[in-house]
């Protein structure tokens, strides 16, 4: 008798570690996080997405930086974008967060105000440098999660990216915001392989510069590769690169979005 109440109780506690398992594995991808106000909310299994099918992403300072211009194209399979800009301020963390209805659009775009404005009385947020922005495309497929630093300067001599992989050297403009950032995506088609960025330097001001150094890392040890410059209408290939240290070198006289291909 003893045997087989022994056998039902280990029956019982396999049965039980065989449930909980299977709810553990239901639910490993659900884990809650919090949005810039604190509200909890499930996160969700996103789609893993080659860069070639990601969209293209820019983020352009208004002329006194207190608010930007988000630009969105190359959109694919989506119906809704939610978009949350992260900042700090002074110490603190602020936040700017919606959703777009694309409506079968593939380019669409936002301003996003850092600060608040009540009865045309604008209060801004101070000291504003850096921060990331977030963006899930929800689709009949599922969802694709991305984010991309910011880095907001003015008058500064380098004009870096957060991650420090892509840098600018030169003569900027003093009274002039730049914002340099990841662009999550490619702006056009290109069939090379991109073994380096892209990143984007974006302004309200003159895209123009002048023998202006730039240093762009790339993602494996090559011995030649192509810089490219989307200037806003085509890509254009730079002349006289090369590579130094895991580096594509070159210099360059106009901002856009610079990538590197094989």
């Not at 039902?8 to 594995?25: A, K, R």
């Not at 239901?26 to 070639?52: M, R």
């Not at 992989?165 to 090379?192: H, R, V």
Request: proline share 2%; aromatic share 8%; net charge neutral.
């Amino acid at each position: 008798m003893k045997k087989i109440w022994l056998i039902l109780l280990i029956i019982v506690i396999l049965i039980g570690i065989g449930v909980g398992s299977f709810l553990f594995i239901k639910n490993k991808n659900k884990v809650t996080e919090e949005d810039t106000l604190g509200n909890k909310k499930t996160q969700e299994t996103t789609i893993e997405t080659p860069l070639a099918d990601r969209p293209f992403v820019v983020l352009i300072p208004r002329a006194d930086g207190k608010e930007f211009t988000m630009e969105i194209n190359r959109i694919k399979n989506t119906k809704t974008i939610e978009y949350e800009l992260v900042y700090l301020s002074q110490g603190l963390s602020r936040g700017v967060i919606g959703s777009i209805e694309t409506n079968g659009e593939t380019n669409v775009s936002r301003k996003m105000l850092l600060g608040s404005c009540s009865k045309d009385v604008c209060k801004y947020d101070e000291g504003v440098e850096e921060g990331t922005l977030t963006l899930r495309f929800r689709g009949t497929d599922g969802v694709r999660k991305f984010t991309a630093d910011f880095h907001l300067q003015q008058g500064k001599q380098d004009l870096v990216s957060m991650d420090g992989k892509f840098k600018l050297n030169g003569k900027f403009s003093s009274t002039t915001y730049y914002l340099t950032m990841s662009t999550i995506g490619l702006p056009e088609e290109i069939t090379a392989k991109v073994v380096g960025g892209p990143y984007g330097i974006f302004t309200a001001g003159s895209s123009t510069v002048k023998n202006v150094s730039l240093t762009l890392g790339l993602d494996e040890q090559l011995d030649t590769a192509k810089l490219l410059l989307f200037n806003g209408k085509s890509s254009i290939e730079q002349t006289g690169v090369k590579i130094d240290n895991g580096n594509l070198i070159g210099t360059v006289n106009s901002l856009g979005t610079f990538f590197a291909t094989e």
